[in-house]
């Protein structure tokens, strides 16, 4: 036994500190940004911000509204091949388990219509298992130019590992950070999303990969320090879920709309997807109904608009530039709750 004597930090434990600045408008600021990969010869270029492959987010409806940003949604793993958007842009993600069904709908899939395979997610919560190396070893032989991203893990060695030998161009980082995800609860494992972040980041960036930070995101402040901690892209389930866009039915009480949201290890998505939980596992997921939200434009907006005026703050005149830009200040208090959170 071994105990490591740093405090690892979450998003709420600190706040950016502000310095001056010669920006003027967050009209001022590009979101946008331009990857080349280690192992995939494709360029991408976008806001580096994805939609979670959640059932209750990853769609085809998610997808269409974000690649009016030019942002990227990651489909759910159990969405059939022939829901697949028509476009063959590089806005959308497919992603896959490690089963050998999963390989076989990805091979089913590239060999009808390649270029819709141009990105790939290898899903799996725990990353730290051997056969996620060798089964992205073996999309990368099917795939050869895919963009390649595999997860979940927190730690530096793991990141290495993916990209070094995994072939792996972006490593997924976060394990227990969401907000209906209860791993930490079950299991005791994972690391606070921030100390997480800067860790991870640091090792890809030596290995000329990147890093998506999931988990963790409340508010757009949130998106921010995930971006000045180092991560490349950011993905977001809970706060775009309850949406127009998200999965699921709106289901009416009363004088009010409501969506369920839930995560996908919970005992909700196993009986929806594999018709139940088995004996030897449990349940590291919530099931929480959340008020219906609106068409999710109006809350792209509002991310996007914090995320430039944290550049500002901090004279960051691009995405690129803002861990270069950022101090983070520990923090015993974020806001103010007199009123409750707007």
């Keep these: 036994m071994k105990i490591e004597q740093d405090i690892k930090l979450d998003f709420s434990d600190v706040l950016i500190k502000p310095q001056r600045s010669m920006l003027e408008s967050r009209n001022d600021i590009n979101l946008e940004r331009e990857f080349k990969f280690p192992h995939s010869t494709q360029i991408w270029k976008g806001i580096p911000i994805i939609a979670s492959n959640m059932d209750t987010v990853g769609t085809v409806n998610m997808y269409n509204s974000l690649n009016k940003y ?22 959308y993600m497919i992603s896959i388990g490690i089963r050998e069904t999963d390989y076989k709908k990805l091979e089913t899939l590239y060999n009808t219509n390649p270029d819709k395979c141009k990105i790939i997610t290898i899903d799996i919560a725990n990353g730290y298992i051997k056969k996620l190396v ?31 030998h995994g072939t792996v161009d972006i490593v ?42 999931d988990g963790g995101i409340t508010c757009p402040g949130d998106a921010s320090k995930a971006f000045g901690a180092g991560a490349d892209f950011v993905m977001i389930g809970s706060m775009l879920a309850g949406h127009t866009e998200s999965g699921g039915e709106i289901i009416q009480e009363g004088d009010k709309k409501y969506k369920i949201f839930y995560g996908m290890s919970s005992s909700t998505a196993m009986n929806k997807h594999y018709g139940g939980i088995s004996n030897y596992r449990s349940s590291e997921g919530k099931t929480v109904k959340l008020e219906y939200r609106g068409d999710v434009s109006n809350t792209i907006d509002d991310l996007l608009g914090g995320i430039r005026s944290t550049c500002t703050y901090v004279n960051a005149k691009n995405l690129k530039d803002l861990p270069d830009c950022t101090t983070f200040m520990r923090v015993n208090n974020q806001v103010n709750n007199i009123y409750g959170r707007l």
């Design 70 to 91: 030019n942002m990227l949604t990651c489909f759910h793993k159990f969405l059939d091949i022939n829901d697949y958007p028509e476009n063959t842009d590089n806005n």
């Design 134 to 164: 060798d089964f992205c070893l073996k999309v990368r032989k099917l795939i050869p130019n895919c963009i390649l991203i595999a997860g979940s893990v927190v730690t530096k060695e793991m990141v290495e590992e993916l990209i070094v």
């Design 172 to 213: 997924r980082v976060g394990i227990g950070s969401g907000s209906v995800c209860t791993t930490r609860l079950q299991t005791g494992c994972g690391m606070p999303q921030l100390s997480a972040v800067i860790e991870c980041s640091d090792a890809a960036h030596n290995l000329n990969g990147y890093i998506i930070s």
